[in-house]
């Protein structure tokens, strides 16, 4: 069974940046939509982007758009992450998931990692 694995969390000052990876040890991640969701503390989980499988577009939530983009790198095969001008509310654990279809609702994904720590504070 898939295992997705989250890496890169951490501090960062507002409007600084991170990056965050999703790799799955065993399995090839350009053969499924990987989603990037979050939950903050007493919030909901949200859906922060997706990209499809094979090359297919991204979606960004509109909360982030302009700032954060979802990338493939086949290479090291992981899905990226990449937030800039971080906020306070961005702080969050984020998770990584895999499905099908490219979509900001969780209940599409199959396999999910832990999650990692992004807690973006002065």
């Known amino acids: 069974q898939m295992q997705l694995v989250e890496s890169g969390g951490g501090l960062v000052q507002p409007g600084g940046s991170l990056r965050l990876s999703c790799a799955a040890p065993?399995?090839?991640?350009?053969?499924?939509?990987i989603g990037w969701f979050r939950r903050a503390p007493g919030k909901e989980r949200e859906g922060v982007g997706c990209?499809?499988?094979?090359?297919?577009?991204?979606e960004l939530a509109d909360s982030v758009k302009g700032r954060f983009r979802i990338s493939r790198d086949n290479a090291k095969n992981t899905v990226d992450l990449q937030m800039n001008s971080l906020k306070l509310e961005d702080t969050a654990v984020y998770y990584c998931?895999?499905?099908?279809?490219?979509?900001?609702?969780?209940?599409?994904?199959?396999?999910w990692g832990q999650g990692t720590q992004v807690t973006v504070s002065s």
């Open positions: 065993g399995f090839t991640l350009d053969y499924y939509a």
């Open positions: 990209i499809s499988s094979r090359g297919g577009p991204t």
């Open positions: 998931a895999a499905g099908a279809y490219c979509t900001l609702w969780y209940g599409s994904y199959d396999y």
